[in-house]
C-alpha cells in the first residue's frame, strides 16, 4: 500500500477515537448526568499529564528548555486571551447557554491531533511497521483523552449528539496533520506546537476543569472526583513510562 495511503487510513481511524463516548446515547439524562463529573476530573488529569509528561518532555529534547517554556507560556496566555474573547462574546448578557471551555476543548484537542497527524505520517516514512506502531500508542493515549474531552463538553452544555460531531471533527485534524507532515517533511518544523498545545491544555486544567470539581461540596463525591483525576495522569504516564523505555 502506497505511504500516503497508509497515513490517510490510521489518521482517519484515529478520528474515530471521538466516537468512543456514544455509549452515552444508551443512557438516561439523569444517569448521564451523574457520571459526567467524573470525565470532567479526568480529562484534568489527563490534560496536565499529557501537557507535562508527554509534549513538554518531547519538546525539551527537541529545543532548548528556555524556548520551549517560552512556547508554552505563549500557549497559555493565548488560550486565557482567547476563553476571555468566547466568554465577553456568547456570554456578555449574563447567561451562557454553552460554556466558553467547550470551544477550547475543540481548539486545543484539534492541535494535539494536528500534531499526532505529523508524528503518524514522520513515522511511516521511516518505515510501515514502524508506522503501525506508533499509531497504535497514539490512538491509546487518545482513548482517555477523548473520553474526558466528551464529558467536558457535555458538562459545558453540548447535547450528546453534538459533543460526538465536534469531538470528530477536532478528531480529523490529524488527517490534515497527516497530510502537511508527509509533503512537508523535512522542510517545515512544527516542533513549536507541541509546548504552544501543552500551555493550552495546562490553561484549561487549571483555569477551567479543576475549578469546577471545587464546586462539588460533598465529601465523598470530591475523593471519587479525585479518585478520576489521579487515573487521568496514571494512564498517560503509565503509557508514556511503558513505551519510552
Known amino acids: 500500500m ?27 439524562k439523569k444517569m448521564l448526568s451523574r457520571i459526567v463529573s467524573m470525565f470532567v476530573a479526568l480529562a484534568a488529569g489527563v ?9 513538554m518532555t518531547e519538546s525539551v529534547e527537541m529545543m532548548v528548555p528556555l524556548t520551549a517554556f517560552t512556547y508554552l507560556m505563549v500557549g497559555f496566555i493565548l488560550f486565557f ?33 494536528f500534531i499526532d497527524g505529523l508524528v503518524i505520517a514522520a513515522s511511516f516514512l521511516v518505515d510501515v511497521p514502524f508506522g503501525i506502531i506508533t499509531s497504535l500508542l497514539i490512538i491509546g493515549h487518545e482513548i482517555p483523552q477523548e473520553l474526558g474531552d466528551f464529558g467536558v463538553l457535555i458538562y ?24 502537511v507532515g508527509f509533503f512537508l517533511a ?28 471545587h464546586k462539588e461540596s460533598s465529601l465523598k463525591k470530591s475523593m471519587f472526583h479525585f479518585v478520576f483525576f489521579l487515573a487521568g495522569i496514571a494512564i498517560i504516564l503509565s503509557i508514556k513510562l511503558l513505551f519510552s523505555s
Open 156 to 179: 459545558s452544555g453540548f447535547t450528546k449528539t453534538k459533543a460526538l460531531f465536534f469531538n470528530f471533527l477536532s478528531q480529523l485534524t490529524a488527517v490534515f496533520g497527516g497530510i
Open 47 to 55: 490534560m496536565l499529564s499529557g501537557a507535562f509528561f508527554h509534549l
Open 2 to 28: 502506497d505511504i500516503l495511503l497508509w497515513i490517510l487510513l490510521v489518521t482517519f481511524i484515529n478520528g474515530l477515537v471521538a466516537f468512543v463516548g456514544a455509549f452515552s446515547l444508551l443512557m438516561s
Open 186 to 213: 523535512g522542510s517545515i518544523s512544527f516542533e513549536f506546537l507541541l509546548p504552544f498545545a501543552a500551555g493550552g491544555f495546562i490553561y484549561i486544567a487549571a483555569s477551567d476543569l479543576i475549578p469546577e470539581l
Open 81 to 113: 486571551l482567547i476563553e476571555r474573547f468566547l466568554h465577553w462574546h456568547h456570554c456578555h448578557e449574563g447567561h451562557c447557554n454553552v460554556h466558553p471551555v467547550s470551544y477550547l476543548i475543540l481548539f486545543g484537542d484539534g492541535i494535539h491531533n
